[in-house]
């Protein structure tokens, strides 16, 4: 399916092309990166996430300070999540902490220990509050390894919460009167483990509700790690070609471009930050100039910067890399002591080059479909 993606996006007012990856900025933020050094690092958009907004700071101060853009000082495009698979999996942790229910997902606050209930009513309202360009449905993910009657009941209450999203989005449209060009993009999720028919299915449920894009929901590897190819490249033969296909928390280079391949055109992630902040940044061994893209010959390497070997090495972490780290010529062995005695700028030199890297694979990707 590759070659058949690329086109412009247009999302009140902004525009980006796809395929686009979006860092996630959980609590309207990417730890020690600041908005401007996001734009630097060439990121367009970002995701944050429903669940920990809504308990803190609250959606109705992100409101008062005019949305989460004006909020974290960001122009780019910001997706939110549900904050369903934040729930679920305090529950599935703990069930003292909550249940599922059909009205919504009841849960303990992590911070308070305060009652809650997310429904797929509250969780459009929290999101219209945020102000995101484009937001999604509150789901029922369950990990593949659920037995098949645990999956099947939790891909016919998503499309039933997902019928209950779309009548509160477009309630809460008339009453902020909002146009077809001011609206927020809303993205169905297809639940349905590792099984083409319940995959199938929930697409089934999911189309008549017209939504602007469908996410890839729970996890795109088996117990084993290994990837679902076939799976995941199914699901996408299901969806409107004219619709955009979101690839939940996708994940390594490797996974974006096979994603990418079997029709997939959103990606988000914390893998580019969580690494940068442990000292792991992504270099190219020879990721540009294999035209068809084979994952095996992508060539994507890591660097361990808190190796004791990069201790006198006095290189910028990759020679004509083009992020503000390696154009600052900030160099390995000072990276390596940044980490050593604990200072925060590791982390954020770190990220930043991450950052760019997977934005560098994202304009690959795009000048190959051409």
Request: glycine content about 10%; aromatic content about 8%; proline content about 4%.
């Amino acid at each position: 399916m590759m070659g058949e993606r690329n086109r412009e996006l247009v999302v009140r007012g902004k525009s980006l092309r796809t395929p686009f990856f979006m860092p996630d900025a959980t609590r309207a933020s990417i730890r020690g990166v600041m908005s401007e050094q996001l734009s630097a690092c060439g990121t367009e958009a970002i995701v944050v996430n429903t669940y920990h907004l809504m308990l803190q700071p609250g959606s109705d101060l992100v409101a008062q300070a005019g949305g989460v853009h004006r909020f974290m000082r960001w122009d780019g495009l910001v997706l939110s999540d549900s904050g369903g698979y934040q729930v679920y999996s305090l529950i599935h942790k703990n069930p003292e902490m909550g249940r599922i229910t059909e009205e919504g997902a009841e849960f303990r606050s992590v911070l308070d220990g305060s009652k809650h209930l997310l429904t797929p009513e509250k969780a459009m309202q929290v999101q219209f509050d945020l102000g995101v360009d484009m937001m999604v449905v509150l789901d029922d993910p369950r990990p593949n390894s659920a037995v098949e009657e645990e999956i099947h009941k939790a891909v016919e209450r998503s499309v039933r919460w997902a019928e209950r999203c779309r009548i509160e989005y477009d309630r809460q449209v008339k009453a902020r009167r909002l146009t077809e060009e001011s609206r927020p993009l809303l993205f169905g999720v297809v639940q349905g483990g590792k099984s083409r028919a319940l995959r199938k299915k929930c697409v089934e449920g999911l189309l008549p509700l017209g939504f602007d894009g469908y996410g890839f929901g729970a996890r795109h590897i088996d117990e084993n790690g290994e990837f679902l190819t076939d799976v995941v490249e199914y699901t996408a033969s299901l969806l409107p070609e004219d619709k955009l296909r979101f690839a939940l928390g996708v994940g390594t280079p490797q996974d974006i471009v096979r994603f990418w391949r079997c029709g997939w055109d959103m990606f988000d992630c914390v893998i580019p930050t969580r690494e940068g902040r442990h000292g792991r940044l992504f270099v190219k061994d020879n990721l540009i100039g294999d035209q068809n893209l084979r994952v095996e010959s992508l060539g994507v390497d890591a660097v361990n910067i808190t190796n004791a070997k990069y201790r006198d090495d006095f290189s910028v972490i990759e020679e004509g890399c083009g992020c503000p780290t390696c154009m600052g010529g900030y160099t390995k062995a000072y990276i390596h002591h940044l980490f050593r005695v604990g200072e925060a700028l590791g982390g954020q030199l770190s990220m930043m080059h991450n950052l760019f890297f997977y934005n560098k694979l994202i304009k690959y990707l795009r000048s190959v479909n051409n």
